[in-house]
């Protein structure tokens, strides 16, 4: 899990974000992402029952997107607030699959710092 100050939770900073920030769009995710002005990055997560009717198989791709991210926390760029949509067949990925997606979509909105 993410600290918690590396995590979005309050209702106003995920609408000012899906108001404000960018898209980038993979084959069953969407990244929102907005800078902020804060010394750090935060992240939330968005998984609707489309994805899954179980919370279990919810919470296991979030689980492993946070993963992901947590492993490369070093080289992500602070002050960036990043907001992950979930979408349905994600549930079906394995995790190498959903690592390089996530990376490669890092790279290309340039949140990684290589």
Do not use: C, W
């Not at 993410?2 to 898209?23: M, P, V, Y």
Request: proline share 3%.
């Amino acid at each position: 899990m993410l600290t918690k100050a590396n995590r979005i939770k309050k209702k106003k900073d995920f609408e000012t974000i899906f108001k404000n920030g960018s898209n980038f769009k993979a084959p069953f995710l969407v990244f929102k992402i907005l800078k902020n002005d804060l010394g750090y990055s935060r992240f939330g997560f968005v998984v609707s029952q489309k994805v899954s009717k179980k919370a279990v198989i919810r919470n296991k791709v979030r689980r492993r997107i946070t993963e992901i991210i947590k492993a490369n926390f070093h080289q992500i760029q602070k002050g960036v607030d990043v907001v992950i949509i979930f979408l349905p067949g994600i549930e079906k990925k394995e995790f190498p699959e959903l690592r390089e997606m996530v990376i490669k979509n890092f790279l290309k909105s340039k949140i990684i710092n290589v």
